[in-house]
């Protein structure tokens, strides 16, 4: 292979799988590399690659754990690529209450091996995931990149504000533009089984009950699969400059961090009442307390990267959980 690709981690998962897509049709070449873990079902993973390698586009996947720095280096040794985009992780807030170890080796081994990449090769840019669970218990609405970010309350938000000091030192010490984003419970077509909008409707279609947390006093700013990937696409092609002129997250480094989501607080309740109405039957609901490590709200200000990108998100959950439950029934052949 000898042209130059967008490397693209966690390539078979949710938002990597979609990333990859759009890329794919778009005519560019892409590395894939994922280690198909068994957090959730293997087999979505899979159905996921079958999907991209059904567009016929430049694609190569390979099997690889990204922690496992000498493992990475040779499976990626043959390949060259100008732009990264990481979005590999352990991810999950409740999963990280019985299984921290993962978190560490995927979340922070792992990064450290893919800046390590970035500095080796001379990367243009690479992209990373953060996420909304940084802001922890904030109570200033919304989430705002200047606000304080470092009480989280658990595991997994505190490897993802670490990643983002990790990265502050590689751009601060090596120069590599680096630009993190932290997505708001993003969802859509082939998502992640362990996530509200899969959980509520494969419950409600099978006629069972769904927990509700919190007594359903919760908020979450829900960003539709379409949305991150044009705005991720956008951050792609316009990398943080070495100017140092400060930027949104603080850095005067070649590192920026943007907010991603919806900009939209929506009330659980409502989440419930659209999928109950997208699946045509009433859910029934078993009140829950709220889970360690969980938060109330989340409520992203994308002012930042609305006006560095002109990220505009298009679609509420009126449209996107339809084309969701619509989709669960497509795959599960409903």
Excluded at 107 to 117: A, F, P, R, T, W
Excluded at 134 to 149: C, E, H, L, M, W
Excluded at 151 to 169: F, H, N, R
Excluded at 206 to 235: C, E, Q, S, W
Aim: with cysteine.
């Amino acid at each position: 292979m000898t042209k130059s690709s967008i490397l693209v981690t966690g390539c078979a998962g949710f938002i990597g799988y979609h990333i990859c897509h759009r890329l794919l049709s778009d005519g560019r070449a892409v590395v894939g590399i994922d280690n198909l873990n068994d957090y959730y079902d293997p087999q979505l993973k899979l159905d996921r690659l079958t999907q991209l390698e059904k567009l016929g586009g430049d694609f190569t996947f390979l099997k690889c754990d990204f922690a496992d720095h000498e493992a990475l280096e040779t499976a990626l040794a043959p390949h060259k690529f100008d732009h990264i985009i990481h979005l590999g992780a352990q991810a999950g807030v409740r999963y990280s209450l019985e299984n921290p170890r993962a978190y560490i080796q995927a979340n922070l081994v792992g990064h450290l091996n893919i800046l390590e990449l970035a500095r080796h090769r001379g990367t243009e840019h690479m992209v990373y995931a953060s996420s909304s669970s940084v802001y922890g218990q904030n109570a200033k609405i919304p989430f705002s990149v200047t606000d304080r970010v470092d009480q989280p309350v658990s595991l997994y938000a505190a490897t993802k504000k670490s990643d983002e000091l990790i990265s502050e030192s590689y751009a601060h010490l090596y120069r590599i533009p680096l630009t993190g984003l932290r997505f708001f419970t993003v969802y859509g077509p082939w998502g992640r089984p362990e996530m509200a909008p899969w959980l509520f409707t494969e419950a409600i279609l099978n006629n069972k009950p769904i927990k509700v947390f919190n007594h359903g006093k919760m908020r979450r700013d829900f960003t539709y699969i379409d949305d991150i990937v044009g705005g991720l696409l956008a951050v792609l092609g316009n990398h943080p400059r070495d100017d140092g002129v400060i930027k949104p997250g603080g850095s005067q480094s070649p590192h920026a961090i943007y907010n991603i989501g919806n900009n939209q607080a929506e009330e659980l309740g409502r989440f419930i009442e659209i999928i109950e109405q997208s699946c045509g039957k009433i859910a029934e609901k078993v009140m829950m307390d709220m889970q360690a490590g969980d938060v109330p709200a989340t409520y992203a200000d994308i002012e930042d990267i609305s006006r560095d990108m002109g990220y505009q998100p298009r679609t509420s959950i009126d449209t996107g959980i339809p084309a969701f439950v619509n989709w669960y029934r497509s795959y599960k052949g409903l």
